[in-house]
């Protein structure tokens, strides 16, 4: 290397790394920790999701290797071969590089990625220098300790013999403590008697010190409480729980600094719990923590043959899924905040959220909505590395806690991949199925705890869900959005929610009433039809549209029931109005999610029977983003609800002129179009040559496939010219009729029309129309024929039901 290349930039660079590097080794407390913390700077340095340091198939340190079971085999393959795969639970197959550690012989650093990503060559030669420093720092740390060894051994005397002799006569009793206990176990003695037993002989060997057994409590969601104490004073509860709750991991904590000291129990490699021993406020010496471990061994094997296994599962894991559920989460999440404080690894939480589930769910039925989450939870354990830590929250909720040195950058990675996975298409029962997924990245900062950590992803999935919504806006399948919480998140969290508890309570207390808006047919005037409009008459903000509560509380459960209110209230009304109007057309709007559900044409028949509504008067609105779900259901649907003898038509259509394939309308079961309103409000406006263009299309389109075609929006007497030029007969719009409450809806009818009068004083297009107060300011001396009566043209006549 020509050293005048080197530029004082890459000069700092290098220094700033190389400092990190020995700064980061360097704070090891042990050899292993050491080698652990390389391994760990290797990862952050390269982007790697498994790193180990090995000896043969012998494993000093690593990060990502998986749960309890090491892959020692696979890694003694590749480092035997210089390289290849091998598999790492959780993770699947991964490709691995080797580096050797210079100064130690027979190490070897492995550095692999998921799939088939290789570390290229610039990130091996950082690899290498990492393995470079490593073999200084332990080369020097053995130089230390070897003098330090020499000292104490020329420190040793009378008093050192003496000690030893003590701690071969307590492990020889442990020993034998040990086989009494393991007959005991196998001649099924009760298990508190088995427990009270442990307690009582860890007591006896360490010096008649206090003990208690703590253990989570299935039947209280896992809750700590104490099963068995002894000593004279016993352990202080509060004190023993706090002990157990402080203790991270699968090992021991030798107390001290006013602290007992405790050694976790566990069941199938799953904490469960913890012996606690009053120190005195010492450290237990190495002694007594073997015993202390020993014992807590025990403790772990008494629960193991016991039925209490089954119920300690079965509380801590959800049973659609075997993942671990919302309580095991939140335990695993403290336990790791606390880890964070002692080990520097950062945390960081991912909610994820599936989207289209709903959908699924209601048009496939529950057992296909419950084989995709057993799907979605298969792919989501692939994508774990091997420290990381899922489970269903429930629903379609899933949570991964990720702990790393850099734990948003990591936590990113990691969610990058979740949508990858998840946004794959299914398969279930032969058909394929697609989900998105919203995710929430929330960052631990030293001040929220486990369950306010949870909602802060929860919080920013939402708006994960709100920008994936838009970017999907016109396309086909489902997308994936990654949003990291911010604080200003927790105000918009805080209005969801309220609006969702609103809402509950606003169905109970019949907060809600509908508008109706006149249809008009544009040849004369005509009020065919009457639109049912929801509206919320809020306590504190007033009356609001729709659009304003509903798609923040589309998850709601209430929203279904409010749905079904709409159209018995609708239907009834329609009823009467019929009475004195008999070709009157009823439009409702349903929901996307109500269209699919299965339960869509029962609400309608039962909304039908009970006013006596006609079927073919009712007119039901779905919206077009209907279209972007699986294509069979929702031809289906569509299908079902034109059973009930209802007219479908698909609101908000616009988009399918913008390159969208209009071919599936020739297939779906529908019985019209209503033309968007920002396409209707272009008509007149700076583009207006392309939204007619657009126009003329869907209504030869309708014509064509003896589709009605509806204009809404329409404000301006112009857009009323422009929609007759195109062959477009009927348009509701605030020129033409504003939404007014039921009681004013007889009125408009006997009027035979209803709305302002245009701002123009006449129509040159239509100069035979006879009196049409919407249309036209001055009178015209014809006399005026009976509205309602007038037989509709041809293409709008499915569409009204046979008005005549």
Partial sequence: MDVSEVTAGRVERAGELLEHVLAELSGGEDEREVLTRAAAVVADLVDADVVAVCEGGHVHGGVGLGGQVLPERGLARVVRDGGGTFAVPGLGRVRAAVVPVPDLSGVRVVVARAGDAAVDPAQLRVVQLVARLLGLVVLARHGRERERWLRQQGARGAAERTRLQQALAQREQVLTTSVRFQRAVAGRRPLPELLLQIAASSSELLDSRPVSLVLADPRSQMRMRVVAAVGDPAIAPERALGAAG??????????????????????????VGALVVETGGEPLDAVGATVLRAFAEHASTALSHADTVRAVEAASTDSLTNLPNRPTLLRHLEVALRASAEDGLGAAVLFVDLDGFKAINDSLGHAAGDEVLGRVARRLRRCLRGDDFAARLGGDEFAVVVRAHSPEGAARRLAQRICAELTAPVEVDGRSVRVGASIGLAVADGRAGAPELLRRADSAMYRAKEQ??????????????????????????????????????????????????????LADGAVVGVEALLRWRHPTRGLLEPGAFLEGAERSPAVDELWRWVLRTACARAALWRRQVPALSLTVNLSVQHALSRSGADDVLRALAASGLEPGSLVLDVPVQLLRADPDV???????????????????????????SLAPLRRLPVDGLKLDRSLVAELDGPDGARALASVRTLCELGAALDLGVVAEGVERAEQVRLLQEVGCSLAQGLLLGAPRPAEEVPAALEEGAAGPPPEVPELPELPEVPEVPELAGARVAAPAPEPVRVVPPRDVRRLLGGVG
């Fill in 246 to 271: 402080e203790l991270a991991g699968l090992g021991v904590a030798v107390g001290g600094a006013g602290r007992p000291a405790a050694a976790a129990v566990h069941i199938n490699g799953r904490a």
């Fill in 634 to 660: 929702v031809t289906a649907r569509l299908a079902g609800l034109r059973a009930t003898g209802a007219r479908v038509v698909l609101d908000d259509f616009a988009g399918a002129v913008e390159g969208t």
């Fill in 468 to 521: 994936g919504r838009s970017a999907a806006a016109g396309e086909g399948r489902p997308r994936a959005a990654v949003v990291v919480f911010e604080p200003g998140m927790r105000d918009a969290d805080a209005l969801r929610r309220q609006l969702e508890e609103d809402l509950q309570r606003a169905v109970q207390q019949r907060e809600f009433e509908l508008l109706y808006q006149p249809l008009v047919r």
